[in-house]
C-alpha cells in the first residue's frame, strides 16, 4: 500500500495546477524531431524544437553515429576518472576548446550537468554568487548545491549589479566573488550585456561565468556569445549544451587548463556519471567540424528568424525585444496561452505554449523556434495559422 499522505499531496496539487492551466501535456514525438514532426498521427510544422541548425537530423552526424557504435559499441562503460575516457572523448574534448578559442574544456552528460558540476566544484559557503534574476534553472540550482551566499540582480541591470558588486566586495564577508549569467536568456531571446559584466567584474576582481546554452551554435559566427563580443580572453567560465544548435546530446565548460584540471577532480557529475556514449561523442565532434567550416546553416536559421519575426509583428503579436531565433509571442494570462497554443496545433503548427513556473506568472507566451531547416512554405503555414487564430481569439 503506497503512502496516503503522498497520494493525498500528488492528487491536490496535480489537480490544483490543472486548475489554474499550468499543466504541461507532454505530447510524444512519432519519428524524427525535424523541421515537421508527427505527434498522433498529425503532421505539423515544428516551431518548438531547440534544433537551431537542423543537425539532429542531419545524415553526417547519423552516419558518423553508426560508425562509432560498430568500433567502440553502445554505452562508454565506466565513469571518466576509472576508464570511460575513451579516445574519443578527448578529440571532442580538443576540439570543444578549438570551437570556443579556450585553452582547454571538459565534456559532461548533460548541460544541466555542467551547472551542477562546475559551480559546486569552485564556489562554496565562503563565498557569493551574483546571479542575474532571469537566469536558467540549472544555474539557480548550481548555485543552491554550491552553498555560496545568492545575491540575484535584475535582469540585465548593469547599474543593479555593479552596486551589488562593490557592495558584495567591499564587505570583506567573501572568500570569492563570481557572476553568473545566460548568454542568450531562452524564454525572451535577448542577449547578456557581456562587455559590461566583464567590465565590472575586472572592476571588483570577480569572476565570470556565461551560461551560452542558446549561444553555441547561433551567435559569433557559431562560437557562440562570448565570441560575439570578442570576449574569449576575458570569461573565465564559459558553459554550454551539445544538444541545441550542436543537435546531440551533453555539455561543456571550456576555459583556463587549470580550471579544466581542477574540475575533473573535482566536479561530481564527472567523477560519479557514466561518460557519455561513443555515438554522441563522434556525432558531436562531427557536429562542430561542420559549424566551423562554413556559416552556411547560420546564415539560413537568421534569414527564417528575420522573416518569422517580421511577419508576426506585421500581424501586431508582440514578440518582446528578442535578438536571436527565439522567438516568443507573449500572450500574458497562463489559460488563454494554452488555447492558444492548442488552436495552433489544431491548425497544424506545433508552437508549445510556456508558462509560469518556466515564465513569470502573467508572462504566457507561445515560443517558436525558427530553424535553419524550415522552409519557406513551413513558415508561411504557420503564419497564416497565428493570423487566423489570434483575430478568433482576439489577440490581434
Same mark, same amino acid.
Given at each position: 500500500?503506497?503512502?496516503?499522505?503522498l497520494?493525498? !499531496?500528488?492528487h491536490?496539487?496535480l489537480?490544483?495546477?490543472k486548475t489554474k492551466g499550468?499543466?504541461n501535456e507532454?505530447?510524444? +514525438?512519432?519519428g524524427?524531431?525535424g523541421p515537421?514532426?508527427t505527434i498522433? #498521427?498529425?503532421?505539423?510544422?515544428n516551431l518548438s524544437?531547440n534544433? &537551431?541548425?537542423?543537425l %539532429?537530423?542531419?545524415?553526417? /552526424?547519423?552516419e558518423?553515429a553508426?560508425?562509432?557504435?560498430?568500433?567502440y $559499441?553502445? #554505452?562508454a $562503460?565506466?565513469?571518466?576518472?576509472?576508464?570511460?575516457?575513451?579516445?574519443?572523448h578527448?578529440e571532442l574534448?580538443?576540439?570543444?576548446?578549438e @570551437?570556443k578559442g579556450t585553452?582547454?574544456?571538459?565534456? &559532461?552528460q548533460?548541460?544541466f550537468?555542467c551547472?551542477? %558540476?562546475?559551480?559546486s566544484?569552485?564556489?562554496?559557503?565562503h563565498?557569493?554568487?551574483l546571479?542575474?534574476?532571469?537566469?536558467h534553472a540549472s544555474i539557480?540550482?548550481?548555485?543552491r548545491?554550491?552553498?555560496a551566499?545568492?545575491?540575484?540582480?535584475?535582469?540585465s541591470d548593469?547599474d543593479?549589479?555593479?552596486?551589488?558588486?562593490?557592495?558584495?566586495?567591499?564587505s570583506?564577508? &567573501?572568500n570569492?566573488?563570481?557572476?553568473?549569467?545566460?548568454g542568450?536568456?531562452?524564454m525572451? #531571446?535577448d542577449?547578456?550585456?557581456? *562587455?559590461?559584466?566583464?567590465?565590472i567584474?575586472?572592476e571588483?576582481?570577480i569572476m565570470t561565468y +556565461?551560461?551560452?546554452?542558446?549561444?553555441?551554435?547561433?551567435l559569433?559566427?557559431?562560437?557562440?556569445? +562570448?565570441?560575439?563580443?570578442?570576449?574569449?580572453? =576575458?570569461?573565465d @567560465?564559459?558553459i554550454?549544451?551539445?544538444?541545441?544548435?550542436i543537435?546531440? +546530446?551533453?555539455?561543456?565548460?571550456?576555459g583556463?587548463?587549470a /580550471?579544466?584540471d581542477w574540475?575533473k577532480?573535482?566536479?561530481?557529475p !564527472?567523477?560519479f556519471?557514466t561518460?557519455l556514449?561513443p555515438a554522441?561523442?563522434?556525432?558531436?565532434?562531427?557536429?562542430?567540424?561542420?559549424i566551423?567550416?562554413?556559416t552556411? /546553416?547560420?546564415d539560413k536559421?537568421w534569414?527564417?528568424?528575420r &522573416?518569422?519575426?517580421d511577419?508576426l509583428?506585421k500581424l $501586431?503579436?508582440?514578440i #518582446?525585444?528578442s535578438?536571436t531565433p527565439?522567438? *516568443?509571442?507573449i500572450i500574458?494570462?497562463?489559460? %488563454?496561452?494554452?488555447?492558444f497554443?492548442?488552436?495552433?496545433n489544431e491548425e497544424?503548427?506545433?508552437a508549445?505554449s510556456i508558462?509560469?513556473?518556466?515564465v513569470p506568472?502573467g508572462t504566457?507566451?507561445?515560443r517558436n523556434?525558427?530553424t535553419a531547416?524550415?522552409? =519557406?512554405?513551413?513558415?508561411?503555414h504557420a503564419? =497564416? %495559422?497565428y493570423e487566423?487564430?489570434?483575430?478568433?481569439?482576439?489577440i490581434?
Amino acid at each position: 500500500m503506497t503512502s496516503k499522505t503522498l497520494d493525498q !499531496f500528488l492528487h491536490e496539487n496535480l489537480e490544483d495546477l490543472k486548475t489554474k492551466g499550468l499543466y504541461n501535456e507532454i505530447d510524444p +514525438v512519432e519519428g524524427a524531431n525535424g523541421p515537421m514532426i508527427t505527434i498522433g #498521427g498529425k503532421e505539423l510544422v515544428n516551431l518548438s524544437s531547440n534544433n &537551431y541548425l537542423g543537425l %539532429a537530423t542531419d545524415q553526417r /552526424l547519423k552516419e558518423a553515429a553508426k560508425e562509432a557504435v560498430n568500433k567502440y $559499441g553502445v #554505452g562508454a $562503460g565506466a565513469v571518466r576518472t576509472i576508464n570511460g575516457t575513451l579516445e574519443i572523448h578527448v578529440e571532442l574534448e580538443k576540439k570543444i576548446a578549438e @570551437f570556443k578559442g579556450t585553452e582547454a574544456a571538459i565534456a &559532461y552528460q548533460s548541460g544541466f550537468n555542467c551547472n551542477m %558540476a562546475a559551480i559546486s566544484a569552485v564556489m562554496d559557503k565562503h563565498d557569493a554568487i551574483l546571479s542575474d534574476e532571469l537566469n536558467h534553472a540549472s544555474i539557480i540550482d548550481g548555485c543552491r548545491l554550491s552553498k555560496a551566499k545568492i545575491i540575484r540582480f535584475n535582469h540585465s541591470d548593469m547599474d543593479d549589479l555593479r552596486a551589488k558588486a562593490k557592495e558584495a566586495k567591499e564587505s570583506g564577508q &567573501y572568500n570569492k566573488i563570481m557572476v553568473i549569467t545566460d548568454g542568450v536568456f531562452s524564454m525572451d #531571446g535577448d542577449v547578456a550585456k557581456l *562587455p559590461e559584466i566583464v567590465e565590472i567584474a575586472e572592476e571588483f576582481d570577480i569572476m565570470t561565468y +556565461v551560461d551560452d546554452a542558446h549561444g553555441s551554435g547561433v551567435l559569433g559566427k557559431g562560437a557562440g556569445t +562570448v565570441k560575439h563580443f570578442g570576449l574569449s580572453d =576575458k570569461v573565465d @567560465f564559459q558553459i554550454g549544451t551539445l544538444s541545441k544548435a550542436i543537435g546531440v +546530446v551533453g555539455g561543456y565548460v571550456a576555459g583556463k587548463q587549470a /580550471l579544466i584540471d581542477w574540475l575533473k577532480v573535482r566536479s561530481r557529475p !564527472f567523477l560519479f556519471s557514466t561518460a557519455l556514449t561513443p555515438a554522441d561523442v563522434v556525432a558531436t565532434t562531427k557536429s562542430l567540424e561542420l559549424i566551423m567550416a562554413s556559416t552556411e /546553416l547560420q546564415d539560413k536559421m537568421w534569414e527564417n528568424s528575420r &522573416y518569422l519575426k517580421d511577419e508576426l509583428q506585421k500581424l $501586431g503579436f508582440d514578440i #518582446g525585444h528578442s535578438e536571436t531565433p527565439i522567438t *516568443p509571442v507573449i500572450i500574458g494570462d497562463e489559460s %488563454a496561452t494554452q488555447k492558444f497554443s492548442k488552436r495552433l496545433n489544431e491548425e497544424g503548427v506545433y508552437a508549445k505554449s510556456i508558462v509560469f513556473p518556466t515564465v513569470p506568472q502573467g508572462t504566457g507566451r507561445v515560443r517558436n523556434m525558427p530553424t535553419a531547416a524550415h522552409t =519557406k512554405e513551413m513558415l508561411d503555414h504557420a503564419i =497564416k %495559422a497565428y493570423e487566423k487564430v489570434g483575430k478568433e481569439l482576439g489577440i490581434i
